[in-house]
């Protein structure tokens, strides 16, 4: 499917053992959620060459949000995610208004869907740290 728009939103990917990081910036469109699930798809699949288990630190910086067309992406990938044996999610809003860590946190159940047959995985943070020990203590990161 060709773009209609410009990217909105950006991100950078690392990993580290087991642990995939991603640090998000700025609301996200429907191209920039292409963008980063092609690119997340392929460091995912390198920490699968060693690793049976993964977990992701998400850094979400500033206002992030996703439009509506963005969602259905993200609801597939994240479906991927837990296919490719994604163990948990450790989110930190970073210089993040308390309006957007509502709405941040809202649009996420959308995407996650989850329901009583499948618990959530993920757990916010107000810092790294805090998310690093939580991660470290199921067995991610180093």
Known sequence: ???EFTPHGSHIISSSGNL??????GPWN???AQKYEDKARKEIKAVLRSYSQWAMLI???????YTPDSIPILQQF?????EQNMHSIAIV??????ISTVILKNQLKDVYGFSPET???EKYFLNKDDA????????FGN
């Open 30 to 32: 429907r191209e920039a």
């Open 93 to 98: 809003c970073c210089e993040c208004e308390d």
């Open 1 to 3: 499917m060709d773009s």
């Open 78 to 82: 994240h479906k991927w995610r837990l």
């Open 119 to 121: 618990p959530p995985i």
């Open 132 to 139: 690093l020990v939580w991660l470290k203590e199921k067995g």
């Open 59 to 65: 850094r979400v910086h500033g206002l992030s949000i």
């Open 20 to 25: 995939l990081t991603v640090d998000a910036y």
